[in-house]
Every structure is written in C-alpha cells, then in structure tokens.
C-alpha cells in the first residue's frame, strides 16, 4: 500500500507540474500509459492487483503528463518506477 500510495502522490506532483511543451495527444499517449501500467506491475508483482485497483486514479494522472508534451514518449513507454518518469523530461 505504502508503494502505491507513494506513486499517487508522486504523479500528483508530476501533474502540478504540467504546462508548455508541443501537446501528444490523446490517441499517441494511450499505449505508452498502458505500457507505463504493466511496467510498475513487473516490478512489483506482489502489488500488481492493487495497481490494477488505483488505475481509475493513475492512469488520468500519467495521461496527462504525457499529453503535456514535456515527456519523451519512448522514455515514458519504458519507464519502469515514478522517478524513471521524472528522467523521461525534454
């Protein structure tokens, strides 16, 4: 819990930090989110069932840091923890 708790927090100082940046949209940035999903469940499979339940609050908060614009989508794509995603910045 205590992971996934630091993750929601995390992408929610990401999110603050939104702003500038060519805008991706939408349709571009749903694989990569996906990706970024199954990414933080390999490397913490016992937390994969809680992840897969903090979906309806993680993925609207990775989708909008990465239709910001500010990312490098094949960084993102790969990203495999929350501070892997603070790298991924152009």
Known sequence: M??????LILLAAL????GGGKS?????????????????????PDKAEEID??????????QKECESGKFDLTCLKNAKDPIAIQSCKK
Do not use: D, G
């Open 2 to 7: 205590r992971k996934t708790a630091y993750l």
């Open 15 to 18: 999110v603050a930090n939104c």
């Open 53 to 62: 339940k903090q979906k309806l609050m993680i993925v609207p908060a990775l």
């Open 24 to 44: 991706i949209s939408p349709a571009e940035c749903t694989p990569v989110v996906e990706s970024m999903i199954e990414n933080f469940k390999k490397l913490n």
